[in-house]
């Protein structure tokens, strides 16, 4: 082993003990760590993952333990000691950095005091030394003002900085080895930008090796070196970031990258290819090859035999570093030439998906405000006294659907997008402003309408896991409102019911099971066809494919596709995923703090002129591509507070373009923005003539001309 | 209590295999050794109550053996002060706490006073709970302060005015017990509601124009049904303890069927004679409660371990 390998890990396998019996939750993972490479594990969720980094910093809770292999770091095993001797032997020299921030901090304590008590506690060094230390540390992580955010508490910065001082916490010791689970997920797309900046940053200066944990693959495409991605408990393929992304050998990997959308793709120029079935739990899966159940190429050999992570030859490999596939096949399988199977259930393509103009509209939003009342906290306020105060989540939107189109609204979170969405369903009634739908005045709330109208507007909610009550049956909950609304007599409610079932792509058989039998993606789909049942005309779905893994996402959104042709609805699709935004809709909104800051045919907003707002966001988006070239814009700060929004133009406090103004955008401040049509239904709300924002360069040069390269 | 009932003809089908659900979902008790436990106590009381319905070894009511005796060959566990059999007097003062209750004009239902007073206070205090959470606001403020100002007296309190005010009978014992503690199921009711209306299957029923009763009964109800069973189970012990506590301060449930907690209180001044006249039926009410405690506990735990 040279010297400068960090971490080995060799054929590991770890188990859980549950009752009767035993899950072996990873088999046969392989890799090694050098010092200053960034090493990315990918893969769906319920994959081990993290399991394998918990076996690391031997965090596999009370039932689970290495089963089989050796970890072996910085030249010592680590499999096989006590508790106490790992805990020795480790000390501080690996350490690892959590999904979200806010729960590896403690509440009650400042952050200065925490981050000086990891060096006096465990390198003894004095008060005064540590504080020093963790100034310098909290400067090299970027963090604005680091002296008074050694005084402050960890509610008081934002989630990204808060995430900030989690890093350079992991960072103090000087550890060799630094694990990060999934770090960004739960930040917005411009904090996580940062975030993976600093980290890639990290990485050269520090010389520590990085475990870097992720599902999504543009994010591993930004920090990390060498890549492994993981199935089902296997590590399936392993290679450098570039060769993973540019000639991916394993099936899962190929279809992994297959079903999500680039940057920039849409519905009627490409397609996305879902991987079958799902990831198999622990104990279901298949002796030969555990990828095999889903795997287009699948032939006898890989039932029979299960086929170990082998080295391809320089022939097949496009780079000088190895490159292993656990795949029988694997130089057989050419990415490029991959077809879709016949029984692949895909959307058909909608020609001429932009036909502007020629549907009437169904939903017409004027000036909609929608203000919640704040409780102060002062004296004053005790006594209904104190100074009335607001938080001003939609403020004054306009903006028109066609018939049959997809509007798509994008932002960060706290922008407004939920807000808006329930404004419009009559979950809250609005402030002000008016609403039109099909002749109603959606103004009001839920108690204030009539049961026809509730029929037109349905939701497809974000969660999986509380869109469905758990106490009945997917065909009670389908039925209830056919029945609720009286669509059709009783006795032809089952009928439908298992219509409705099959339009999702959902068999009879699962008209009486319970919600905790069905998977993610399926209780999705029973989401989907609730809501459809009374052929609503509008369907508001906020954040429907979030919360699923990549796989399932893709089929979710062409079956989302597929209906809405089918019943000719119109869909508002809330996401955060800016490439999925692009992908499904055919307007979109850009939102920010309550406004909206651009609106105009979904092609029109992902290519010059932008609104500045618009631009840092693409340039944050991560890009399964390491070769894509992107602006990089970075937002500085986090969204301000709704209660007190800037003046003038909302986003000046952040705006990276500003500058462009005279007297350093004077007029950002003072006045609110005109609203500049650039064409047709493509509206800005800046400042900055039309003719100097279409100057910009586009954002991403070469992820569009990758889509094409793929036969898209 | 409101669990899903199959109310179309649609769903008529599955009620069967909903049947069976619920019969799966009770056997899971029995993985846990505290729950098997504390059903064992329980049923074993419950079998004693049940065969002394048909069957005590004397008549409970009879003075027929010398007084204060200690156990023995013919008297199991004894006598007490006038000479009764201390076995059957035990046996059958466990059907009126769990198999019967006596109603004015001689009639007789199923299910004994501690069963039927928890009953009262889960459907009053699910209702009072649910229609809080589920409005919150002022109804909720109004509903909950009421609830607290009657919180704030002391238990004991409460059963002497409910009992002074409406006499002595079963039925009182039972408002007695469902006054005391529907504050606290409603408590429950009212946090579990809380949680459950932000789910989005709520969202969903409110989007489509369903009523606040349907909702706050069919959506929210039937989800938190599992954290309701088990403080039933312990409000069951609870009320037992409550009506021993009535029987010993002797305004419990009315004579002449033997009740435990007057036994305790009748053979009290003998207790230096005779001490297991006091013991048995204090072990009697122990057991119980303890045992319906042990079988909350698992049911508790299981409950939670099978919707992970």
Not at chain 1, 6 to 21: D, T
Request: glycine share 8%; with cysteine; aromatic share 8%.
């Amino acid at each position: 082993m040279s010297s400068s390998t960090v971490l080995s890990v060799k054929n590991l396998a770890i188990a859980y003990k549950v009752r009767g019996g035993e899950i072996e939750a990873v088999q046969n993972v392989s890799f090694e760590l050098k010092e200053g490479e960034s090493f990315g594990l990918v893969g769906e969720s319920g994959c081990g993952k993290s399991t394998v980094a918990w076996s690391l910093v031997n965090f596999l809770g009370r039932n689970g333990y290495v089963k089989r292999g050796s970890i072996m770091f910085q030249g010592e095993e680590l499999t096989g000691r006590s508790p106490e001797e790992l805990r020795q032997m480790r000390g501080n020299r690996i350490t690892m950095v959590f999904q979200d921030p806010m729960q590896a901090l403690n509440p009650s304590m400042r952050l200065g005091d925490q981050l000086t008590e990891v060096l006096t506690v465990h390198q003894s060094m004095s008060e005064e030394a540590a504080r020093k230390r963790t100034l310098e540390m909290l400067e090299r992580v970027h963090m604005p003002d680091p002296a008074s955010v050694m005084r402050r508490y960890p509610h008081q910065i934002s989630g990204g900085q808060q995430q900030r001082v989690v890093i350079a916490m992991a960072l103090l010791n000087n550890p060799a080895l630094l694990i990060m689970d999934e770090p960004t997920t739960a930040l917005d797309v411009t904090v996580e930008a940062a975030v993976l900046d600093l980290i890639a940053e990290l990485r050269e200066t520090f010389n520590t090796a990085i475990l870097f944990i992720s599902h999504n693959l543009g994010v591993v495409a930004r920090v990390c070196n060498h890549v492994g991605v993981m199935y089902a408990g296997e590590m399936v393929e392993q290679a450098t970031v570039r060769e993973i992304f540019k000639n991916p050998r394993h099936p899962y990997t190929q279809g992994l990258i297959r079903c999500v959308p680039r940057l920039g793709a849409d519905k009627a120029s490409s397609m996305l290819y879902p991987i079958r079935g799902r990831v198999p739990p622990p104990n279901q899966r298949s002796s030969g090859c555990v990828f095999g159940p889903r795997c287009d190429y699948a032939q006898d050999r890989c039932v029979a035999e299960r086929p170990a992570l082998h080295t391809l030859s320089a022939d097949y490999s496009s780079s000088s570093a190895p490159h292993s596939v656990a795949c029988h096949f694997a130089e057989d399988i050419v990415f490029a030439d991959w077809q879709p199977p016949a029984d692949m259930e895909l959307p058909v393509q909608k020609n001429g998906a932009f036909t502007s103009g020629q549907e009437p509209i169904i939903l017409d939003v004027d000036a909609l405000k929608k203000y919640y009342d704040v409780q102060g906290n002062s004296f004053l306020d005790l006594f209904g006294l104190g100074e009335k105060r607001q938080v001003k989540a939609v403020d004054g939107i306009s903006f028109s659907v066609p018939r049959g189109m997809t509007l798509g609204i994008v932002g960060e979170s706290g922008c407004g997008k939920s807000t808006l969405v329930k404004t419009i369903i009559g979950l809250e009634s609005a402030t002000a402003g008016q609403a039109d739908f099909m002749g109603f005045d959606i103004t009001k709330d839920l108690n204030d309408r009539d049961a026809e109208l509730m029929e037109e507007l349905q939701m497809v909610f974000q969660n999986p896991d509380s869109t469905m009550n758990p106490s009945y049956t997917v065909g009670q909950q389908i039925g209830r409102p056919l029945l609720r609304f009286g669509k059709i007599p009783k006795e032809q409610v089952r009928a439908e019911v298992v219509k409705l079932l099959h339009s999702v792509r959902l068999g009879e058989n699962y008209y009486d099971r319970l919600p905790r039998q069905l998977s993610g993606g399926e209780k999705q789909r029973v989401g989907i066809a609730r809501a459809l049942a009374t052929r609503p005309d509008l369907v508001l779905c906020d954040e429907p494919v979030s919360a699923l893994d990549v796989s399932v996402q893709a089929a979710v959104l062409n079956l989302l596709l597929e209906v809405q042709q089918e019943y000719n609805s119109t869909l508002l699709f809330i996401a955060h995923d800016l490439s999925v935004v692009r992908f499904f809709s055919d307007y979109i909104a850009v939102m920010y703090l309550g406004e909206i800051v651009e609106i105009g045919p979904a092609a029109a907003i992902y290519a010059p002129p932008y609104h500045p707002y618009t631009e840092a966001l693409l340039s944050a988006v991560p890009i399964p591509d390491p070769d894509a070239e992107q602006k990089h814009i970075r937002l500085s700060g986090s969204v301000p507070s709704a209660i007190n929004p800037p003046s003038g133009c909302h986003f000046h406090t952040r705006c990276p373009r500003r500058h462009l103004l005279p007297d350093g955008g004077k007029i950002c401040a003072e006045q609110e923005p005109p609203w500049q049509q650039v064409t047709e239904g493509h509206r800005i709300y800046c400042h900055i003539p039309v003719e100097q924002l279409a100057e910009f360069e586009p954002v991403i040069t070469t992820a569009v001309a990758t889509i094409h390269s793929l036969g898209g | 209590m409101a669990v899903a009932e199959q109310t179309t003809s649609v769903a008529a089908v599955g009620s069967t295999s909903a049947w069976r659900r619920y019969g799966q979902n009770a056997l899971i008790i029995l993985d846990s050794r505290v729950g098997t436990i504390g059903l064992a106590i329980v049923l074993f009381w419950f079998f004693l109550a049940l065969l002394s319905m048909v069957w005590t070894p004397y008549p409970p009511n009879a003075s027929q053996f010398e007084q204060n005796l200690w156990p023995n060959a013919t008297n199991w566990l004894g006598t007490d002060h006038l000479g009764r059999d201390l076995l059957s007097r035990l046996m059958t003062g466990a059907q009126v706490i769990l198999i019967k209750t006596r109603l004015p004009g001689g009639i007789a239902i199923p299910g004994g006073v501690a069963i039927w007073g928890v009953f009262g206070s889960l459907v009053l205090g699910v209702a009072m709970g649910l229609t809080a959470g589920y409005y919150g606001g002022w109804t909720d403020q109004i509903i909950m302060q009421i609830l607290d100002a009657l919180i704030a007296f002391p238990r004991i309190i409460l059963y002497l005015v409910v009992i002074a005010a409406l006499g002595q009978g079963d039925w009182v014992v039972i408002i007695a017990i469902t006054v005391t503690g529907a504050p606290g199921v409603a408590r429950l009711a009212r946090s579990l509601a809380l949680d459950i209306k932000n789910r989005d299957y709520v969202l969903a029923a409110q989007t489509r124009g369903e009523s606040a009763f349907y909702i706050m009964f069919r959506e929210i109800l039937p989800n938190a049904r599992g954290p309701l069973l088990v403080d039933a189970m312990l409000r069951i012990g609870y009320a037992i303890f409550a009506i021993a506590t009535l029987g010993f301060l002797g305004i419990g449930l009315p004579p002449p069927d033997p009740d435990w907690g007057n036994m305790v209180n009748e053979a009290r001044s003998y207790i230096f004679n005779n001490p297991y006249a006091v013991l048995w039926p204090s072990l009697a009410i122990a057991t119980l409660v303890i045992g319906l405690n042990l079988f909350a506990d698992g049911l508790n735990e299981e409950t939670s371990r099978y919707q992970r």
